[in-house]
Structure formats: C-alpha cells, structure tokens
C-alpha cells in the first residue's frame, strides 16, 4: 500500500512540476526577413553588440500583415492588410511579436513594411 502512495506522490509532485514551468513571454525582434521556408521564417537583426539571425518557427496561427498608408481627405492613414507569409520579400523590413516554446521562437505575428 506505500508504494502505491509513493507513485501516486511522486505523479503528483512531477504534474505540479510541470504546471510550474515560466509563463509565456512575449518578445519582439525588428530586423529584416531573410530565408522564407514553408515552416519556419529567418530573421536578420541587431542586438546592442552583434549582428543576430533568428529562426522563427511558424504556426497555423501565425499572423502576417503589411503596413501601408492612404490619403482620406487631408490626412494620412495608416493601414495594415492581412497578407499570407508567402507574400513576403527578401530584406523587407519586419517586425515580430513570437514566444518561446521548448525551444522554439514562434512566430504571433509580424507586420512588414508594404513596398
């Protein structure tokens, strides 16, 4: 009979461990789009020291749009369409809002500049 309590305490310590992990952290990096794959996106950006390139894994609830702006009477607006990753150009400026997961950088969602 112990031994069944000792699993069951030790189950419940290892779930209560794992619903302890860190919270999510939202991140954001600014650089420009480099390597476009069907499942990840590469990122070339700048840290305080070095140049940086990071892998972004993307999801079917990673968002893209394109940021633009359109006269209405005497004022500039500013617009952001929805676009599809595959629309996005080599060395377009971006910016990303991703969180970690295992390891991963998943890419939320990125706005690019429109060309």
Same mark, same amino acid.
């Given at each position: 009979?112990?031994?069944?309590?000792? #699993?069951?305490?030790?189950? *419940? %310590?290892?779930? #209560?461990? /794992?619903?302890?992990?860190?919270? =999510?952290? %939202?991140?954001?990096?600014? $650089?420009?789009?480099?390597?476009?794959?069907?499942?990840? =996106?590469?990122?070339?950006?700048?840290?305080?020291?070095?140049?940086?390139?990071?892998?972004?894994?993307?999801?079917?609830?990673?968002?893209?749009? #394109? /940021?633009?702006?359109?006269?209405? $009477?005497?004022?500039?607006?500013?617009?952001?369409?929805?676009?599809?990753?595959? #629309? =996005? *150009?080599?060395?377009?400026?971006?910016?990303?809002?991703?969180?970690?997961? $295992? $390891?991963?950088?998943? /890419? /939320?969602? *990125?706005?690019?500049? *429109?060309?």
């Amino acid at each position: 009979m112990s031994r069944a309590l000792t #699993a069951v305490f030790i189950t *419940a %310590l290892m779930v #209560a461990t /794992l619903q302890a992990e860190e919270p =999510l952290k %939202l991140q954001t990096v600014q $650089g420009i789009v480099g390597k476009m794959e069907k499942e990840t =996106l590469v990122v070339h950006h700048k840290t305080e020291k070095t140049d940086k390139v990071t892998t972004f894994k993307l999801t079917g609830t990673s968002r893209f749009s #394109a /940021l633009s702006t359109r006269k209405t $009477g005497d004022k500039i607006v500013l617009v952001q369409k929805d676009i599809d990753a595959k #629309a =996005l *150009a080599d060395k377009q400026p971006i910016s990303v809002i991703y969180a970690t997961n $295992g $390891g991963d950088h998943v /890419l /939320l969602t *990125a706005v690019v500049q *429109a060309e």
